[in-house]
């Protein structure tokens, strides 16, 4: 995945004239699966971390956007370093990090710990996004295998985020909450032995010098804003800590967007790419899609075991209706897209998951009426969400210019684990303004909805209509 606008000589890779063994893509899909279902499995073992751990909710939303800050801030440059290290090379060092740091993670006793391990784990999983990518870009020399196998690769989107709410509730359940993370050392290892038996050299791409002062500001920006949304309802909105972050943040937003005009199209993000409606529409819009996904996940997650009196595998599977839709729905919509564009697609695909949002939100209970509102809503909003997200790839797709395709794409990925951070942050602060779990989870619920109506519009107004080509 290029970082890089324009076009720049590459050393030259050997041609591939045989089809690589289905092995391969298995060994890249797994390492791609393991940082997809990091991202999910730890939201039904937030309450079994809480009463191990002694935290409160603060102390979970850093569990959860740990992950996600490090992960979103740095895709853009795991991408610079895939293409000037190579991918293959990127890709073993990021298994190597991911399979050593979840082990680390498991034997976590502190909060402190367990945060800084899960920023160290965004790091690990951000280099595997884009150097799994330019693997299978470099293997599969034929356009046809190649479609196919990128193909295979991102259709197991649907299955981790199926898998992760399930997957977590069993061990947690059963093994306990650090075997949500002792399970990723099993896949890495897998993964490494299989791509570095199979996985051919990639060719490494000359590039201009990294972005540090970009990177740097979007890295404390995230950050910032994040510490300011997560400790402010806790030590108050004047504190002088939560006013100095939200300074900071905007301090380092200014100090990004300066370097990004000045580095021109060298930038890690060259803002010329925003004279395009549908880029801007495709990165707000993702960024939305994530924010209701994560905050939905993260609230109803606590909802369940705590209002509901659920177990957690109980939890995992209250989370089926939502999480099913997704690992079938997205072949259709990507038929769908190809016959008449991702903006209706999109756009359907925000006003079901608005709507699954707000039909739970008056029914906090667990009558018979509720439960029925809460598997109605679920299955709308993980429909919704089969819609939407593949949708919001070919909108990018089909906005950028085949140069900066790859900085499209990690664009709109690095959109949406922003999204994802500030949905954990600004839904955990609706949720801690009430005095029970139920009333706080119905506000949310709304604020959630809301957000996600409002994506509806983003994308009805601002993606492009007609297939892409």
Excluded: C
């Amino acid at each position: 995945m290029s970082t890089q606008a324009e076009p720049q000589r590459a050393s030259v890779a050997p041609a591939r004239t045989d089809k690589p063994s289905r092995t391969l893509l298995v060994g890249l899909s797994l390492g791609y699966f393991m940082v997809l279902l990091d991202m999910t499995i730890v939201s039904v073992a937030l309450p079994a971390i809480s009463t191990s751990l002694h935290v409160g909710l603060s102390g979970l939303q850093w569990v959860t956007n740990g992950y996600t800050i490090t992960f979103a801030a740095l895709l853009l440059t795991a991408g610079w370093l895939s293409d000037r290290l190579g991918g293959r090379r990127v890709f073993l060092w990021g298994l190597a990090a991911f399979g050593v740091l979840s082990g680390v993670s498991a034997a976590a006793n502190t909060l402190g710990a367990l945060v800084a391990l899960r920023l160290a784990l965004g790091v690990a999983g951000a280099l595997l996004l884009p150097a799994s990518l330019a693997v299978i870009t470099n293997a599969y020399s034929n356009p046809a295998d190649r479609a196919r196998a990128v193909g295979n690769w991102a259709a197991i989107t649907g299955l981790a985020l199926a898998a992760g709410p399930l997957v977590g509730g069993a061990l947690t359940d059963t093994v306990g909450w650090r075997a949500i993370f002792l399970i990723n050392v099993p896949l890495a290892l897998v993964s490494f032995v299989i791509t570095l038996r199979l996985a051919p050299e990639t060719a490494i791409k000359q590039r201009s010098g990294l972005d540090v002062t970009g990177q740097a500001g979007a890295v404390v920006a995230l950050g910032a804003l994040s510490y300011a949304l997560i400790e402010g309802p806790a030590k108050g909105w004047g504190d002088a800590w939560v006013v100095g972050s939200l300074v900071l943040a905007a301090v380092a937003a200014a100090v990004f967007l300066a370097a990004e005009s000045r580095a021109g199209d060298a930038a890690m993000l060259p803002l010329r790419m925003f004279r395009s409606r549908g880029f801007s529409a495709a990165l707000g819009s993702g960024l939305l899609a994530n924010f209701g996904l994560s905050g939905l996940l993260f609230v109803l997650s606590l909802f369940f075991q705590e209002s509901r009196g659920y177990s957690s595998f109980s939890a995992g599977l209250a989370f089926l209706p939502l999480t099913l839709p997704t690992a079938f729905n997205p072949i259709y919509t990507g038929r769908l897209v190809g016959r008449i564009g991702p903006r209706r697609p999109a756009t359907i695909g925000f006003v079901l998951m608005g709507v699954g949002a707000l039909l739970q939100a008056p029914f906090t209970g667990d009558s018979a009426l509720a439960l029925t509102a809460t598997v109605i809503g679920l299955l709308a909003f993980g429909f919704g969400v089969s819609f939407a997200l593949p949708a919001l790839v070919a909108g990018m797709a089909s906005s950028v210019p085949p140069e900066l395709a790859g900085i499209g794409a990690g664009a709109l990925n690095s959109a949406r684990q922003v999204g994802a951070s500030l949905g954990v942050a600004v839904l955990g602060v609706v949720l801690n303004l009430s005095s029970t779990n139920a009333g706080g989870t119905k506000w949310a619920l709304v604020v959630g909805g809301l957000a996600l109506l409002f994506g509806a519009v983003v994308t009805g107004t601002g993606l492009r209509g007609r297939p892409a080509n």
